[in-house]
């Protein structure tokens, strides 16, 4: 019998995948929640003893909005919500990756339960809430990191904080981080503060977006660094409402879009357990639209406008749909969650 750990390289890329595969099977079996932050703690601990839990990182390198992707595979918020797993995270070949959304102050979100998987159509509903330590917390675990391809910092409005200050909070936030991150994401698309897909609306999405791209000239002449902002959006809106958002968002001085966040939409989970949970659908049900959201995105925004899509990449296949409707480049969460890591380097490879 072959010892484990003791091989060839080749030996050692598949016992780790083997490896990987179960205590992703273990995992699941806990509750999605307590599964989260055990595989958070285990990235952590296997990054800390040196055990290699992912491949090499795939070199695939890109560059979408001055920004140089070590592949187009990118971790989609929410994953770390508190940045305190970059590196960690970094061993699993991701090309870039994005920690948040923060606000300004820490939170503790909704009441658990607030994630529930629907297995059988590789789904999860989250209605977290942005619970998070808050900004401080953030820019202090990222300072000092190691990986080497862009740092995302996806921000947001603490609840508490009323719709007509919502500016203060993104304002406050985007100061706070911009020393720290290679780009910065407004989230304006979350399903689980109440109100906060109301600042997509033109009305509001205008001002916003300009305090924010004059807040950023002012700390670009401080500090001599450009950092992109990129926009999350919903994919619940109208079709014929992408329009106008689209061309907000490119005349307002922002730098790229990120479609899409959750949906509300139950479509494909109708019936199954936990399918009617309040919250944001993520997953395989959601691939659909956002194919069609970034189709619709691509032919509004200007040519060439940096396009990054997120939304049901559970395999290559959706990656490549995702990439043919006019994406530069992806972001997975819950695939992470059914198909492991492995589906990191699989996409990268076929991009
Ligand atoms: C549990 C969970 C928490 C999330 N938290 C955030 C978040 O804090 N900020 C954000 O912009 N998106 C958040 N998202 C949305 C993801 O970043 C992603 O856009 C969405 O899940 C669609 O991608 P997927 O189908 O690959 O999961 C979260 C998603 C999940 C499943």
């Given amino acids: ?194 109100g906060l897909r109301n600042l997509q609306a033109a009305s509001y999405l205008a001002p916003l977006l300009s305090s924010l791209a004059n807040e950023r000239t002012m700390l670009q002449g401080d500090s001599g660094r450009f950092v992109p902002i990129f926009v999350k959006v919903a994919p619940d809106c109208q079709d014929d409402e992408f329009g106008e958002m689209a061309k907000v968002i490119s005349e307002s001085g922002m730098d790229g879009v990120i479609a899409t966040n959750t949906t509300v939409a139950r479509a494909g989970v109708e019936g199954l357990l936990h399918g009617e949970e309040k919250g944001g659908l993520s997953g395989a049900p959601l691939a659909e639209r956002a194919v069609e959201v970034v189709t619709l995105l691509r032919s509004q925004l200007p040519p060439g406008f940096p396009l990054i899509a997120s939304g049901g990449v559970v395999s290559v296949e959706q990656a490549l749909r995702l990439r043919a409707a006019g994406a530069d480049a992806v972001q997975v969460y819950t695939g992470l969650v059914y198909k492991g890591p492995g589906l990191v380097a699989d996409i990268a490879n076929a991009w």
Avoid: W
């Fill in 1 to 194: 019998m072959r010892l484990p750990f003791l091989g060839c390289r080749d030996c050692i890329k598949r016992d780790m995948e083997i490896l990987s595969e179960i205590v992703r099977r273990l995992l699941i079996q806990l509750p999605p929640e307590m599964a989260h932050e055990q595989a958070l703690r285990l990235v952590g601990l296997a990054k800390s003893v040196g055990i290699p839990i992912g491949g090499k990182t795939v070199e695939k390198p890109f560059e979408i909005a001055g920004l140089k992707l070590l592949n187009p595979v990118g971790l989609a918020a929410g994953y770390d919500k508190n940045g305190e797993y970059v590196d960690a995270l970094a061993v699993l070949g991701f090309g870039f990756i994005e920690v948040g959304t923060v606000t300004p102050r820490s939170q503790p979100g909704n009441p658990r339960p607030r994630m529930f998987r629907i297995k059988e159509k590789s789904a999860l509903i989250n209605r977290m809430g942005f619970n998070n330590k808050g900004v401080e917390n953030l820019v202090h675990a990222v300072r000092g990191r190691k990986f080497t391809g862009p740092l995302g910092i996806n921000i947001g409005k603490n609840a508490t904080t009323a719709q007509d200050r919502a500016v203060d909070d993104y304002l406050s936030c985007l100061r706070a981080v911009y020393d720290s991150a290679d780009y910065i994401t407004i989230n304006i698309s979350s399903p689980n503060t109440v």
